[in-house]
């Protein structure tokens, strides 16, 4: 079979579906990626994925870049002839999933999450909500990472499709495996993994920072990721004064985490947190903003601590109290985290579920797949 994989860019693709790319591969399918080029798409060729690159604005919102984006989808189902399509993030979704209307193929969608275009009502929001309904109508199969957003789409009506909810992309347990909890416990460090834009929350971090550092000096913050926004003389200027260290974007995050007392993520939404999974694998607390897609990677109380969203004064609040807790409870707090994704969020959740739709469409399309 020939398989083609619709993306906005490679380290999600990478990081996230590595190893169904591996299982589909060692199974004997040609495997296809489109996305536009970038670091990653050496490591995606090198697991023996067939690249073609695709032109993609992932935040514009150019109608004409739009339709040449699809009319490249068109273009791409009409060459290599795949037998089934899968789509991740919103463009791919929505301009991949009409390409593969009009030229008849098979396709299975993964709802990564809302996006700001659909958290929020305004015209974007009904614009986005039209674009999903045409995209996604004769989709085989929906991938939801959390029941909210899945409830999102069936009150809407934007599709009325096969769904199926799994754990976010899951975790590689083995990959991020445990890690010994830091013994230092007078020096807490505290870790943000993530795009340095609004959505993310990185506005009520850094006056959070700001604020702990002047009651606890012996706290430290440290914020890995790539600037998207206009956010990069302010973080220069409080990792300058010592408020935050900045470490701009990293390929390996594992190093971090290991050195951390615990990761906050203040995000506004989300599908399903990958930074809070793969923390929480590695026995690291998880200290997030109780919005779908980061609740669910925790228990309250037991493996991290929630706070408000875009509420810096409940943020602060919670960072202080997870500061207070004796040495003994952060780190069987890690422990608990860690047996939570060993149990519910296994990547191989995720892997299965997919041969289990991809096989769905086989029969129905009478290909022998093994």
């Known amino acids: 079979m020939k398989i083609l994989f619709l993306a906005n860019y490679g380290m999600g693709l990478y990081n996230f579906r590595k190893e169904l790319l591996e299982e589909l591969i060692q199974q004997g399918n040609e495997v296809y990626i489109s996305l536009p080029n970038d670091e990653y798409v050496p490591k995606l060729k090198s697991l023996g994925c067939h690249f073609v690159e695709t032109k993609l604005d992932r935040r514009g919102t150019n109608p004409l870049k739009d339709s040449k984006l699809l009319l490249q989808y068109i273009r791409l ?16 979704n929505v301009y991949g999933g009409v390409a593969c209307r009009v030229t008849h193929t098979p396709y299975i969608t993964n709802i990564t999450g809302l996006g700001t275009s659909l958290e ?20 085989s199969c929906l991938f939801f990472q959390n029941d909210t957003n899945l409830t999102f789409f069936m009150n809407n009506q934007i599709t009325k499709n096969k769904t199926r909810l799994v754990p976010g992309s899951g975790v590689n347990i083995y990959h991020h495996s445990f890690t010994k909890y830091p013994e230092d416990e007078k020096n807490i460090r505290f870790l943000f993994i993530g795009r340095m834009m609004k959505a993310k929350g990185i506005d009520e971090l850094l006056q959070a920072a700001s604020m702990i550092r002047q009651k606890y000096p012996h706290t430290h913050f440290d914020l890995v990721g790539g600037c998207e926004e206009d956010y990069h003389q302010r973080l220069t200027d409080l990792h300058h004064s010592g408020v935050i260290t900045y470490h701009g974007q990293q390929q390996d995050i594992q190093p971090f985490i290991k050195q951390s007392h615990a990761t906050i993520l203040p995000s506004h939404h989300e599908g399903t947190a990958n930074v809070l999974l793969e923390s929480a694998s590695a026995g690291r607390p998880v200290l997030a903003s109780r919005v779908p897609g980061c609740k669910e990677t925790f228990d309250e109380g037991i493996s991290g601590l929630g706070f408000e ?30 047996e939570k994704m060993e149990q519910q969020y296994d990547r191989k959740i995720v892997i299965n579920a997919y041969l289990d739709e991809i096989n769905q469409v086989v029969r129905r399309g009478q290909y022998e797949f093994v």
């Open 309 to 338: 969203v875009k509420n810096v004064d409940s943020l602060v609040d919670t960072i202080e109290k997870f500061i207070n807790m004796p040495h003994v409870q952060k780190r069987t707090m890690g422990i608990a985290g860690r």
């Open 120 to 139: 929020n009502k305004s015209i974007i929001q009904r614009i986005t909500m039209f674009l999903y309904k045409i995209g996604l109508k004769k989709a």
């Open 77 to 92: 189902n009409k060459q290599i002839k795949p037998n089934l399509v899968l789509t991740y993030t919103i463009k791919p």
